[in-house]
């Protein structure tokens, strides 16, 4: 996978130029600069990385700006390849730095909400049933963030966006990421990994994170969907610009309800979300098993929320033991409520 530099126009006269950054090693994000009349704002920084910081700075000379004109930089999730840039540009800079609320400490006090939220995946993980030699490997993983963070500062937050942007429009959308949202200058949209054009956002249960879990993230795509009406152009944090937002969110639906699919149906016997997540994905190794299991985890905790399964271990689980789920009606019956939960709009659409 690669990205391009792109340049783009708002209706309002902002011009708009999309920044290519490996953030990871062969993973790549978009930064955006957004030149006003009287801003020049950057939406997300990339990684700590070197490979991040240089696609960066080479972004800026392509575009014709330097770190010292922005006059804003604006996040729009609390995710290490969208702020760990920030270390390393903030002093290159005057802009003043905000994030929302939600995302202010793993941003600014990393290590600390690491320390905790590490924790409680642990707890998880615990449920899940993995065995202990990759429940290890897992929550090393997990931390790995810690080594890359650099201490980084913000100076507002989004409930204090209107006295530092007047003009700027923004809707929280809690589910990939606590302090999620999307950004909007006159008809042009940043999305951050609201939505993809080529992926479904990763997601994990809200037992390991609040203001995640798969309910969440459906609803804020619903809010979303409704609060771009009208908008011409929407840009994400990872690939292509999105042309057809129905189809995608269609598409992403369908993702989403295909592996819930394979789980129920792999459901004919009791099943720990270790056992679940093979059934899904099969065999996965390094940092796309840490992915998949905290996937399986929102799936599952989506599943069980609503009684299409249930936990038929509750003496071993009182007992720190995994939780072991089962199917608890007709599968048939039971895909069919999940898909008309799932995606009941893109669905009554299709039916009218
Ligand atoms: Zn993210
Ligand atoms: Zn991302």
Not at 60 to 82: K, M
Not at 175 to 184: K, S, T
Not at 285 to 311: D, F, H, Q, S, W
Request: glycine share 8%; hydrophobic share 40%; proline share 4%.
């Amino acid at each position: 996978m690669s990205a391009s530099f792109s340049e783009f126009d708002s209706t309002g006269g902002a011009k708009i130029f999309r920044l290519p950054l490996q953030v990871f090693p062969d993973f790549w994000a978009y930064a955006y600069i957004v030149r006003r009349e009287r801003s020049v704002i950057l939406i997300d920084a990339g990684s700590s990385l070197e490979t991040s910081r240089q696609d960066l700075l080479r972004g800026f000379e392509r575009a014709g700006v330097v770190p010292s004109d922005l006059t804003h930089i604006l996040l729009t999730h609390g995710h290490i390849d969208h702020y760990g840039g920030l270390a390393a540009l903030k002093p290159l800079t005057g802009a003043k730095v905000g994030c929302h609320e939600l995302d202010l400490q793993t941003v600014t006090r990393h290590e600390a909400w690491l320390a905790l939220a590490s924790r409680r995946f642990a707890s998880f993980l615990a449920e899940t049933g993995l065995a202990a030699d990759a429940t290890d490997a897992l929550l090393n993983m997990y931390r790995f963030t810690k080594k890359i963070h650099q201490p980084t500062f913000i100076d507002f937050t989004y409930d204090d966006i209107h006295a530092y942007l007047p003009d700027v429009e923004l809707i929280h959308t809690p589910g990939h990421c606590p302090g999620h949202v999307v950004l909007r200058f006159d008809d042009v949209v940043f999305c951050g990994d609201m939505i993809l054009e080529n992926a479904t956002p990763h997601l994990h249960p809200s037992t390991t994170g609040a203001y995640g879990g798969l309910s969440q993230y459906l609803a804020s795509l619903e809010a979303f969907r409704a609060w771009v009406d009208g908008a011409r152009l929407i840009l994400n944090g990872h690939d292509e610009a999105i042309v057809n937002l129905p189809d995608r969110i269609d598409a992403t639906h369908r993702n989403i309800l295909r592996r819930m699919s394979k789980a129920l149906r792999a459901l004919t016997q009791p099943l720990t979300i270790s056992e679940i997540c093979y059934a899904i994905y099969g065999a996965l190794e390094g940092y796309n098993a840490l992915l998949v299991i905290e996937k399986t985890g929102a799936y599952v905790e989506y599943l069980y929320e609503r009684g299409m399964i249930e936990i038929v271990n509750a003496d071993e689980v009182e007992q720190g033991g995994p939780a072991r789920y089962w199917r608890a009606r007709d599968e048939s019956e039971t895909l069919e409520e999940l898909q008309r939960v799932i995606s009941a709009k893109t669905h009554i659409q299709e039916a009218a």
